[in-house]
């Protein structure tokens, strides 16, 4: 999509760099941490939000992924959190479907 951000990662219009990358999925650092480690793991396929997925295989890439990242990096060792916020409500401001991989501090729930 021309207007999006996350898409001009992807295809190399805005440079950035790549915690990790594949055909299907890659891995930012967020810009604003919630956490000293925090990471965006991102479809390369343009999909507005959560809400709009239609091939459930997405959900095994992104997620798979995420949590391969976090054992990789150890994380797993004092836990880590994944969020997708959708929509208004649920807190998105890109309109690019992305899972956020927390680690790093307690952060308790629920959710404020
Ligand atoms: P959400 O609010 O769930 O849509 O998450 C969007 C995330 O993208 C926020 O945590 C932002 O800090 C992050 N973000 C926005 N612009 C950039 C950027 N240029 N590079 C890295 N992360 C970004
Ligand atoms: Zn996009």
């Given at each position: 999509m021309s207007d999006c951000?996350?898409?001009?990662?992807?295809?190399?219009e805005i440079p950035v760099e790549f915690v990790y990358r594949d055909e299907d999925v890659f891995v930012i650092r967020d810009i604003n941490p919630q956490a000293s480690t925090h990471f965006l793991v991102i479809?390369?396929?343009?999909i507005a939000s959560s809400a709009e997925v239609t091939d459930p295989s997405v959900w095994s890439k992104?997620?798979?992924r995420a949590v391969e990242l976090a054992c990789k990096m150890g994380l797993d060792r004092d836990g880590f959190r994944m969020v997708v916020n959708t929509?208004?409500?649920?807190?998105q401001t890109v309109p690019h479907l992305h899972l956020h991989l927390l680690s790093g501090r307690n952060f308790g729930w629920p959710p404020g």
């Amino acid at each position: 999509m021309s207007d999006c951000i996350f898409c001009k990662f992807a295809n190399g219009e805005i440079p950035v760099e790549f915690v990790y990358r594949d055909e299907d999925v890659f891995v930012i650092r967020d810009i604003n941490p919630q956490a000293s480690t925090h990471f965006l793991v991102i479809p390369t396929q343009h999909i507005a939000s959560s809400a709009e997925v239609t091939d459930p295989s997405v959900w095994s890439k992104v997620v798979g992924r995420a949590v391969e990242l976090a054992c990789k990096m150890g994380l797993d060792r004092d836990g880590f959190r994944m969020v997708v916020n959708t929509g208004e409500q649920g807190g998105q401001t890109v309109p690019h479907l992305h899972l956020h991989l927390l680690s790093g501090r307690n952060f308790g729930w629920p959710p404020g």
